[in-house]
């Protein structure tokens, strides 16, 4: 019987097909895949941790794919792919966005949009509008396109089961992007893990300013999330009793500004009518939440017993830490505009039966006054009348017609939109 790794050859003797095999051209192979889009540039390390290959290996390969063209230099030791595969049937995925006018759901649909196109696959945008009616019809209209797959932005957990279940059913794969959904391929942020980095720099702020002395800490919560986006708080709280450990000792004071500046600048006014505490550390849930906690401080002349921790590394955030009177210590950012890329070579590896781990976590950075300019050189260009309208205009602050959040700490940060929720993934 003749062995399935086996071919024939000239009616001989059945030989395995690993003889036929070449390992040099395999590894060629494998550093040509470790572009992941095209104009991307890799430096050697970079290559070697993606391909697993020894460094003096990696090179030789690479000099010699150079000098038959295709690879080409593109920066000092960086390396970039001019090889172009053979066009394959065009890809047709479905992204239901959080919501159209929250600012970080349009970056990331702006980003998608710029990383489908680099790879030459369509994408059809539709709107959930933070609503669950919104989120269901859209799923509907995805399957009747019949796209190859769908990526998912939406934040409430009660919905996640149904739309999984109906794309299970149609047979498309899912990516979920802030909200676990069944059966899923999550892609959003490590919400504990951010917040308790987060918690732990403003720990560190409190020893340097307030000789580690805390009476009180306050969490701006959004009740109404799942316990994903609310791990985001539990580690911020968890970040500063590790970094301060006799802040275990403080009062801790949880509000619900539904993750929207409004509600927050109210939670916060109110609670300060009977707070007698004289040094506080606020962690937030996103941006607007947290300005929404300063401004009820410095309406009531007592900006001074603050220290704000936040999550977005949103617009408003960012243009608040460069106020040089702040006390918002610093915001976690979690770059949705960078996230088409790493979104895209996911859908791509699914619909080819690559293999991908059940959840990809987006990167985040603590943005501080001392950083924030290198990681958005550009901000300047937008004005501050741009930022008042922001935080003001608001259709988060209320619920919208399903009683839902309007932006509700979506990936993780969704709330820079308008006083909206603008997070959390």
């Not at 950012?333 to 976590?361: S, W």
Request: glycine share 8%; with cysteine.
């Amino acid at each position: 019987m003749t062995d399935e790794h086996a071919i024939e050859v000239g009616g001989s003797t059945p030989r395995p097909v690993r003889g036929y095999v070449v390992d040099a051209v395999m590894r060629a192979c494998d550093l040509l895949d470790a572009f992941r889009s095209q104009g991307e540039c890799l430096t050697l390390r970079e290559l070697v941790q993606r391909t697993g290959m020894n460094k003096a290996t990696a090179f030789r390969l690479l000099f010699t794919l150079e000098r038959r063209g295709l690879v080409e230099r593109c920066g000092r030791g960086e390396y970039r792919s001019r090889f172009r595969p053979l066009k394959r049937g065009r890809y047709k995925l479905g992204f239901a966005a959080l919501d159209s006018a929250s600012i970080f759901s349009q970056e990331v649909t702006a980003s998608l949009r710029r990383a489908a196109a680099d790879e030459e696959i369509d994408i059809l945008v539709l709107d959930n509008r933070y609503s669950v009616k919104a989120a269901l019809r859209n799923i509907e209209v995805l399957i009747k396109e019949r796209v190859n797959l769908v990526i998912e932005f939406q934040n409430r957990e009660e919905v996640a089961l149904v739309i999984a279940s109906k794309l299970h059913d149609a047979g498309i794969p899912l990516v979920a992007l802030g909200t676990p959904h069944p059966g899923a391929t999550y892609y959003g942020i490590d919400n504990y893990k951010a917040g308790f980095v987060g918690g732990n720099y403003l720990a560190k702020w409190a020893k340097q300013n307030w000789g580690g002395k805390v009476d009180e800490i306050i969490l701006m919560d959004v009740s109404a999330a799942g316990p994903l986006l609310r791990s985001r708080v539990s580690g911020i709280l968890d970040g500063i009793q590790e970094g301060l450990p006799s802040s275990r000792m403080a009062r801790t004071t949880h509000l619900d500004g539904n993750g929207v500046f409004a509600r927050s600048l109210e939670a916060v006014r109110k609670h300060l009518r009977t707070m007698r505490s004289e040094r506080v550390l606020v962690g937030a849930i996103n941006d607007p939440s947290a300005l929404g906690a300063l401004r009820a401080f410095e309406e009531a002349g007592r900006a001074e017993n603050c220290g704000v921790i936040s999550q977005d590394g949103s617009f408003v955030g960012r243009t608040e830490l460069r106020r040089p009177s702040t006390r918002l210590v610093g915001s976690m950012a979690f770059f949705p505009e960078q996230y088409g890329r790493d979104i895209i070579r996911l859908a791509i590896d699914i619909l080819n039966h690559n293999m991908v781990p059940p959840a990809v976590f987006a990167k985040h950075r603590l943005l501080t006054r001392e950083n924030v300019d290198r990681f958005y050189p550009n901000d300047i260009i937008l004005s501050m009348a741009k930022l008042e309208t922001l935080l003001l205009r608001s259709p988060g602050a209320h619920s919208n017609k399903d009683g839902e959040l309007p932006d509700s700490v979506a990936l993780s940060a969704d709330l820079a939109n308008d006083g909206q929720p603008e997070t959390a993934n």
